[in-house]
């Protein structure tokens, strides 16, 4: 015969067991499918850059032919899509959080839209002076380096180790892709930077639950 005594315990494990349980489906029910904050960006980027690099190779070599306005424009419009489909699925995830951590994620979102804005202005001065191989390159390796800064700076803000280590990959690909010179750059980028947020999309998921 089993007493009051012996299904106590049970019974309390129950109750922890339901409570995690339900603080777990609570959490993935406020927090966004961690893919919309990585796969957008990184498929743009492994699209994008990939285009670019089809046409601006190294040593001014063109493996595909097309217009020269063509792949920068489809980068553009690339990341203009990705950043729609990041903006639209963090607001619907968000649309109920209020206080410290709202103001946290408009913050942040702002010095992402407020440093690639003076990024641009500076670089729209100064690139005109350099021929179209090097201007390119400064263009997208400060654009990777800014991503990768602000990746690290998200991580430490929200003690996430995905996006942390996200930025120091980026920045470590970026270095590689810098070294190599110009046309590799987009190449490394498109396959190592965009793979690798892809990855940590994957990877951000499998723990999301």
């Not at 850059?49 to 792949?71: E, N």
């Not at 995830?93 to 994620?105: F, L």
């Not at 490394?188 to 639950?209: K, T």
């Amino acid at each position: 015969m089993t007493t009051d005594g012996d299904t106590a315990p049970l019974d309390a494990a129950d109750a922890m067991r339901l409570i995690r349980e339900q603080r777990a489906s609570t959490a993935r029910r406020l927090e966004p499918d961690p893919r919309v904050h990585y796969w957008p960006w990184g498929f743009a980027w492994l699209i994008g850059f990939g285009i670019y690099f089809l046409r601006f190779s190294p040593d001014g070599r063109t493996l595909v032919a097309m217009p020269a306005w063509l792949p920068l424009t489809l980068l553009f419009v690339l990341l203009a899509a990705a950043a729609a489909v990041f903006g639209v699925g963090s607001a619907r995830a968000y649309r109920h959080v209020a206080g410290e951590s709202a103001r946290r994620g408009s913050w942040y979102g702002a010095s992402w839209g407020l440093g690639f804005l003076s990024l641009s202005l500076i670089l729209g001065r100064v690139t005109d002076s350099l021929p179209h191989d090097l201007a390119g390159l400064l263009w997208s390796a400060l654009s990777v380096a800014l991503t990768g800064a602000l990746h690290m700076a998200g991580g430490a803000i929200w003690l996430d180790r995905t996006l942390f280590r996200l930025g120091v990959w980026l920045t470590a690909v970026n270095i590689v892709g810098v070294l190599a010179g110009p046309g590799w750059h987009a190449l490394v980028v498109s396959v190592a930077g965009g793979g690798g947020m892809l990855v940590a999309g994957a990877l951000a998921r499998q723990r999301h639950g």
